[in-house]
T-cell receptor
Framework: AQSVTQLDSQVPVFEEAPVELRCNYSSSVSVYLFWYVQYPNQGLQLLLKYLSGSTLVKGINGFEAEFNKSQTSFHLRKPSVHISDTAEYFCAVSRYSGYALNFGKGTSLLVTP | EPEVTQTPSHQVTQMGQEVILRCVPISNHLYFYWYRQILGQKVEFLVSFYNNEISEKSEIFDDQFSVERPDGSNFTLKIRSTKLEDSAMYFC????????????FGPGTRLTVT
């Protein structure tokens, strides 16, 4: 089975500061990795995904993530956040051959002026 | 931009009653999913559906749950006899084709069982 740990439940940050949201996973098989964002009263939206190839993945809204197989991590980063980035961020993993997404508990990013 | 829609946005039901949650996936997608999120907990996979069959389900998806694609556009989740612990936000999602393809999520239905 696969599992995801998001180490921070809440991350407060000032506008224009850099941010890193941490995600670690465990799996006995190769996996795909995802970051989803959920704005208030909305569904989940894909930010980026890692399937294979380059370990640095760029997504929407200026976010990027780096897959580190040895550390089983997939941390999300943004060099300069905006107020509008305030949302819940979910890391997720799925097996190559399956379709279920296994989510972490989420990290609440709060950007203040 | 195409999107997944869900109805109703909020449903309140009494324990023991049957509920049907409805979803309209993106029209050319082939895979459909249900997830739930109990308040304060993580999003959990319930079931995936492809070619009119369940392709994968979690241990949460027991005999009280069923899914159906009654026509060419709707995808439903039925809970036969609701329990208090079924109170959660239920998300429908759909994806185009392959494992690893993006799953597009609906806005969710908040189910409250009293």
């Amino acid at each position: 089975a696969q599992s995801v740990t998001q180490l921070d439940s809440q991350v407060p940050v000032f506008e224009e500061a850099p941010v890193e949201l941490r995600c670690n996973y465990s799996s006995s098989v190769s996996v795909y990795l995802f970051w989803y964002v959920q704005y208030p009263n909305q569904g989940l939206q894909l930010l980026l995904k890692y399937l294979s190839g380059s370990t640095l993945v760029k997504g929407i809204n200026g976010f990027e993530a780096e897959f580190n197989k040895s550390q089983t991590s997939f941390h999300l980063r943004k060099p300069s956040v905006h107020i509008s980035d305030t949302a819940e961020y979910f890391c997720a993993v799925s097996r190559y051959s399956g379709y279920a997404l296994n989510f972490g508990k989420g990290t609440s990013l709060l950007v203040t002026p | 931009e195409p999107e997944v829609t869900q109805t109703p946005s909020h449903q309140v039901t009494q324990m023991g009653q049957e509920v049907i949650l409805r979803c309209v996936p993106i029209s050319n997608h082939l895979y459909f999913y249900w997830y739930r999120q109990i308040l304060g907990q993580k999003v959990e996979f319930l079931v995936s559906f492809y070619n009119n069959e369940i392709s994968e389900k979690s241990e949460i998806f027991d005999d009280q749950f069923s899914v159906e694609r009654p026509d060419g556009s709707n995808f439903t989740l039925k809970i036969r006899s609701t329990k208090l612990e079924d109170s959660a936000m239920y998300f429908c999602a759909s994806s185009a084709r392959l494992a690893g393809d993006e799953q597009y999520f609906g806005p969710g239905t908040r189910l409250t069982v009293t």
